[in-house]
C-alpha cells in the first residue's frame, strides 16, 4: 500500500543530505530536464562541484606529500605528516571514485527502500529522520569548521606550545604552502564527513528493517509457520528482498567502508607509534585530534553495525547455508564477527613489536637503531681477563 504523503519515505528524509553530498562534490544530479537551460545548469553545477572536490583533494594530498618528503630529508619526526598524508590520500580515493558509481546505485537503492517499506511497513514515518538529517549535517558542518586544522593552528598557537601555523609538521620553509594545505582540508574534512554520515544513515535504516523481520518471524509459533506454507513464502520473499537492500547499499558506501579500512588501521599504527616512542608533541597531539577521533568512530561504527546487521540478517534460517549477508569490501570479505577480532588483531600485533623493539627495553639504542643486549659467550669475557688467563 502507498504512502499518503512522498515526504515520509526514506527517499524524502535522506534528500537534505543529499544536497549536501552534491555541494560537496560527491553526488551527481540527473541533468535530464525538459528546460534545456535547467539542464546546461546543473551540468555546469556538477562539472563544478566534482572538479572543486577532487583539485582540492588532490592539493591537500600533494601538500603533505611534500612535507612528508622534507621533514624525511631533513630528519624531522614524521609520525603526524604520514598520518595525515594517508588521511588525505582516503579522502581523495573517496572524492574521485564516489562520484562515478554512487549517484546511479543510491537512486536504485532509494527507489527500491521506498518500495520495500510501502510493501512490507507502510506505517512507518521518516519525517522525524528528515528532521534528524537536517540539523546532524548542520551541525556536522559547524564542528567541522571548528575543529579543522585550520582552527586546530590558532588554537595551539594561542597554546603557546611552539611554533604556530604550521611550521611544526614542515619547518620555516613550507608556511604559505601548508597554510594553504590546512585551508583546503576544511573543504574536505566537511565533504568526508557527509559520506560517512550518510554511510551511518543507511546503515540505521537497514538495522531497523533487519530487526523488523526478525520480530515478524519470532511473532509465528513454529506449529503456525509448518501449517501456512504461503506465510513462509512471504517471509522468505521478504528475507530476499532485505538482502538485495544491503547489497544495493555495498555498492553505495562501499568506497567509504574501503577507504576507512585501508586507511584507517594504518592511522591506528602511527598514533601508536608516536605514543609508544613518544614522539607527539601536544602540538601534534591537538593537530591529530579530530581526526583520530573521526577514524575511531567510523571504523567502530562500521564494525557494529555490520556485524549486527550480519547476525540479524542471517539468523532467518532461509540463508542459513547460502553465502555470508553484510556489507562487503569490493567482495572480499564480509564485514562480521571476524572482522573485528582482524582489525583488533592488526593493531594488537602491532602494539606487541614496537612495544618489543622500544628503545631501551630488552636492549640499547645506538644511533636510533635498537641492538640487544645479549653477550656473545666468548666476547663477553673482557680482552684483559683471557690475556691473564694464557
Given amino acids: 500500500m502507498p504512502r499518503a504523503t512522498s515526504s515520509a519515505s526514506a527517499s524524502a528524509a535522506l534528500k537534505p543530505l543529499v544536497v549536501f553530498l552534491w555541494f560537496s562534490g560527491l553526488f551527481v544530479v540527473q541533468t535530464k530536464c525538459r528546460s534545456r537551460v535547467k539542464s546546461a545548469v546543473k551540468t555546469f553545477l556538477n562539472v563544478v562541484f566534482v572538479s572543486l572536490s577532487v583539485v582540492s583533494h588532490s592539493c591537500h594530498v600533494a601538500f603533505h606529500c611534500l612535507g612528508l618528503l622534507i621533514n624525511i630529508q631533513k630528519g624531522r619526526n614524521v609520525i603526524p605528516s604520514l598520518y595525515t598524508t594517508t588521511f588525505a590520500v582516503g579522502i581523495l580515493f573517496v572524492s574521485v571514485f564516489v562520484p562515478l558509481t554512487t549517484p546511479k546505485h543510491l537512486r536504485k537503492l532509494l527507489a527500491c527502500l521506498d518500495n520495500y517499506h510501502d510493501q512490507y511497513d507502510p506505517g512507518r514515518d521518516f519525517s522525524r529522520l528528515r528532521k534528524a538529517v537536517i540539523v546532524v549535517s548542520t551541525v556536522n558542518v559547524v564542528l567541522t569548521s571548528l575543529w579543522s586544522p585550520l582552527v586546530m593552528n590558532g588554537l595551539v598557537g594561542l597554546l603557546g606550545s611552539g611554533d604556530t601555523g604550521c611550521t611544526a609538521l614542515a619547518g620555516d620553509d613550507l608556511q604559505i604552502p601548508y597554510r594553504l594545505a590546512y585551508t583546503v582540508s576544511l573543504y574536505s574534512s566537511i ?41 513462509v513464502e512471504d517471509l522468505r520473499i521478504r528475507h530476499e528482498k532485505l538482502c538485495r537492500l544491503i547489497s544495493k547499499t555495498s555498492h553505495v558506501i562501499g568506497h567509504v567502508i574501503a577507504a576507512v579500512y585501508v586507511t584507517g588501521i594504518p592511522c591506528f599504527l602511527f598514533v601508536l607509534h608516536g605514543f609508544v616512542y613518544r614522539k607527539l608533541t601536544l602540538h601534534e597531539f591537538l593537530r591529530m585530534t579530530f581526526f583520530f577521533a573521526e577514524l575511531t568512530f567510523i571504523l567502530i561504527f562500521f564494525n557494529i553495525a555490520g556485524t549486527m546487521l550480519n547476525i540479524k540478517v542471517a539468523a532467518f534460517l532461509a540463508r542459513l547455508q547460502g553465502a555470508p549477508i553484510g556489507f562487503t569490501v569490493y567482495r572480499l570479505f564480509t564485514i562480521d564477527t571476524s572482522t573485528i577480532l582482524m582489525v583488533c588483531g592488526t593493531i594488537l600485533t602491532y602494539a606487541v613489536v614496537i612495544i618489543q623493539f622500544q628503545p631501551g627495553v630488552g636492549g ?20 684483559t681477563a683471557l690475556n691473564g688467563s694464557v
Fill in 364 to 383: 640499547s639504542s645506538v644511533s636510533g637503531v635498537s641492538v640487544g643486549t645479549t653477550p656473545h659467550p666468548v666476547m663477553s669475557t673482557p680482552p
Fill in 191 to 231: 565533504a568526508f564527513s557527509f559520506s560517512w554520515i550518510e554511510s551511518c544513515l543507511l546503515c540505521f535504516i537497514l538495522l531497523t528493517d533487519a530487526t523488523r523481520l526478525v520480530k515478524a518471524v519470532r511473532s509465528f509459533l513454529p506449529e503456525t509457520l509448518e501449517g501456512n506454507p504461503s506465510l
